[in-house]
């Protein structure tokens, strides 16, 4: 069982280190913000695997002009409020560290899981995406007929001595793309 972000802090090895003169790389720091770059750095020291997922619709631009803004809006208010509530329910094991807006239509998840839970990462991903694209269709029918998808991206951030969290952080973030 994985811990609570908030209950991690007092397991040994999660301390969270103050980095107010830490500098993070200019383009990293744009897609997250240096609050979570530090939560995230806190739990790269635990002895916890760590992953990423990226959710964004597909296709939202298109979407929103086809549609109107007012649509643009609710499906942006609905994929943030589906991914967050039903994030337990497909990754049951795992504790949230961070949910980040990165781009208008996109959030990442920094996640923390078990051993036991990497092997199943992919299934539960996939299912995850499911699940998403079936409410996001159900509570917003007018724009079913449009073939509304999700695209989900996964990675595990891995650890590698002496290398900075920068590039570890770019290097899955860049792998959740493809």
Same mark, same amino acid.
């Given at each position: %069982?994985? *811990?609570? *972000?908030?209950?991690?802090?007092? +397991?040994?090895? %999660?301390?969270? @280190? ?7 790389? +200019?383009?990293? /720091? #744009? ?6 770059? =530090?939560?995230?750095?806190?739990? %790269? %020291? /635990? ?13 939202? $631009? /298109?979407?929103? &002009?086809? $549609?109107?803004? =007012? ?9 943030? &409020? ?7 329910? $497909?990754? #049951? ?25 990497? /092997? ?7 299912? $995850? ?11 917003? !029918?007018?724009?079913?007929? #449009?073939?509304? =998808? ?5 990675? @595990?951030?891995?650890?590698? !001595?002496?290398?900075?969290? +920068? ?10 793309? @493809?």
């Amino acid at each position: %069982m994985v *811990p609570k *972000p908030s209950d991690a802090k007092h +397991d040994k090895g %999660m301390s969270k @280190q103050k980095h107010h003169c830490k500098s993070y790389h +200019d383009l990293v /720091s #744009q897609l997250i913000s240096e609050k979570n770059l =530090d939560r995230l750095e806190g739990c %790269m %020291m /635990s002895r916890f695997n760590i992953a990423l997922l990226t959710i964004e619709i597909e296709n939202f $631009y /298109s979407l929103a &002009g086809l $549609y109107s803004e =007012d649509i643009g809006f609710r499906l942006l208010e609905l994929l943030k &409020g589906e991914s967050l509530n039903n994030f337990d329910k $497909y990754f #049951q094991n795992c504790k949230i560290v961070f949910a980040e807006n990165t781009k208008i239509n996109q959030i990442i998840f920094c996640f923390l899981l078990s051993d036991r839970d990497v /092997s199943n990462l992919m299934n539960n991903a996939f299912s $995850y995406r499911l699940g998403i694209c079936a409410r996001l269709s159900k509570m917003l !029918p007018e724009v079913a007929d #449009q073939h509304l =998808d999700v695209r989900v991206g996964l990675s @595990q951030l891995l650890r590698e !001595p002496g290398r900075d969290i +920068d590039k570890t952080l770019f290097r899955a973030f860049c792998e959740a793309q @493809q």
